[in-house]
C-alpha cells in the first residue's frame, strides 16, 4: 500500500470510502468536500492521509495539528476519520495509515497525538491499543442538534 497525502483529486473517492466509516452518513457535495480539504491544510500539519493499492483509495485517516499555548508551545495532534474499505480490513492497513499520521505529528512537533472513537467493539478498541494508543483518558463531547432541511410538501 501507498501512503500519501491526499489530492484534490482524491475527494470522490474518499467520499465513497468514508461511506465504509457511516453508511448512514450525509456526505457534502464534491465542491463543499474539495474546500474543506484546502480548510484543512490551513492548519500547519494537518492533512488526510491515504493508502492506495491498485483498485484505488482504501485506508484513511485525518490528522489536525493543534496550536498549544502549554508544553513550551508544543503543539498536539488529534486523528479523525479512520476508516479502511470493508473488503480490505484486517491486513493492517488500517494500522499503516494510522502509523503514517503519528509519523507525520511528531514531524510537526505535536508533544501527542489523540483520538476518540465511539466504537464500544473490542475489535475496534484492541485495534488502536495494537496501534500503540493507550486507553488511558475519559472523552467527553456534546453535538449540535442537526438541523434537516424537510420539504414540507412530503409530510
Given at each position: 500500500?501507498?501512503?500519501?497525502?491526499?489530492?484534490?483529486?482524491?475527494?470522490?473517492?474518499?467520499?465513497?470510502?468514508?461511506?465504509?466509516?457511516?453508511?448512514?452518513?450525509?456526505?457534502?457535495?464534491?465542491?463543499?468536500?474539495?474546500?474543506?480539504l484546502d480548510d484543512l491544510r490551513k492548519y500547519l500539519g494537518s492533512n488526510i492521509f491515504v493508502g492506495l493499492i491498485e483498485e484505488g483509495i482504501?485506508?484513511?485517516?485525518?490528522?489536525?495539528?493543534?496550536?498549544?499555548?502549554?508544553?513550551?508551545?508544543?503543539?498536539?495532534?488529534?486523528?479523525?476519520?479512520?476508516?479502511?474499505?470493508?473488503?480490505?480490513?484486517?491486513?493492517?492497513?488500517?494500522?499503516?495509515?494510522?502509523?503514517?499520521?503519528?509519523?507525520?505529528?511528531?514531524?510537526?512537533?505535536?508533544?501527542?497525538?489523540?483520538?476518540?472513537?465511539?466504537?464500544?467493539?473490542?475489535?475496534?478498541?484492541?485495534?488502536?491499543?495494537?496501534?500503540?494508543?493507550?486507553?488511558?483518558k475519559t472523552g467527553f463531547q456534546i453535538r449540535r442538534e442537526s438541523t434537516r432541511v424537510t420539504d414540507a410538501s412530503q409530510e
Amino acid at each position: 500500500m501507498l501512503i500519501r497525502t491526499a489530492l484534490r483529486t482524491d475527494v470522490p473517492q474518499l467520499l465513497d470510502l468514508y461511506l465504509h466509516l457511516d453508511a448512514t452518513d450525509q456526505l457534502p457535495a464534491l465542491p463543499i468536500a474539495e474546500h474543506c480539504l484546502d480548510d484543512l491544510r490551513k492548519y500547519l500539519g494537518s492533512n488526510i492521509f491515504v493508502g492506495l493499492i491498485e483498485e484505488g483509495i482504501i485506508a484513511s485517516c485525518t490528522l489536525i495539528v493543534v496550536p498549544n499555548l502549554t508544553r513550551c508551545g508544543q503543539p498536539f495532534g488529534l486523528i479523525e476519520n479512520v476508516v479502511t474499505h470493508a473488503a480490505h480490513r484486517r491486513r493492517g492497513f488500517g494500522r499503516k495509515i494510522l502509523q503514517a499520521a503519528v509519523a507525520a505529528s511528531w514531524q510537526a512537533n505535536c508533544y501527542k497525538v489523540m483520538l476518540m472513537t465511539g466504537s464500544k467493539r473490542p475489535s475496534t478498541l484492541n485495534f488502536y491499543v495494537d496501534a500503540g494508543f493507550e486507553q488511558s483518558k475519559t472523552g467527553f463531547q456534546i453535538r449540535r442538534e442537526s438541523t434537516r432541511v424537510t420539504d414540507a410538501s412530503q409530510e
